[in-house]
Nanobody
Framework: QVQLVESGGGLVQAGGSLRLSCAASGRTASTLTVGWFRQAPGKEREFIGGINWSGSSILYADSVKGRFTISRDNARNTVYLEMNNVRPEDTADYYC????????????????WGQGTQVTVSS
């Protein structure tokens, strides 16, 4: 079993930055691919990006490419989502998920999910 806990959400002004963390615990947490998703009120869940266990492979959705950066520190069993130049449309609940059994962008493929952290971007 793997437990995921997100943190770092909050209120930020447009153009600002925020760093989210996803702390993992449990068996082989540092060996798992981790994805980041978000869901805004009234909208479908959106894949933001993912990172493999070594950090050698990282994917980003077009909507965040060039503004968001995903990284990981396996010594701390933590994956990060650095959000820069945020926009009001980035307002959402952000989730990390681990161990996809299929494509990284398919939320249904992930076995483990965190509880989410809320990000609000003011204009």
């Amino acid at each position: 079993q793997v437990q995921l806990v997100e943190s770092g959400g909050g209120l930020v002004q447009a153009g600002g930055s925020l760093r989210l963390s996803c702390a993992a615990s449990g068996r082989t947490a540092s060996t798992l691919t981790v994805g980041w998703f978000r869901q805004a009120p009234g909208k479908e869940r959106e894949f933001i990006g993912g990172i493999n266990w070594s950090g050698s492979s990282i994917l980003y959705a077009d909507s965040v490419k060039g503004r968001f950066t995903i990284s990981r520190d396996n010594a701390r069993n933590t994956v990060y989502l650095e959000m820069n130049n945020v926009r009001p449309e980035d307002t959402a609940d952000y989730y990390c998920a681990a161990d996809p059994k299929g494509g990284w962008s398919d939320g249904d493929a992930y076995e483990f999910w965190g509880q989410g952290t809320q990000v609000t971007v003011s204009s």
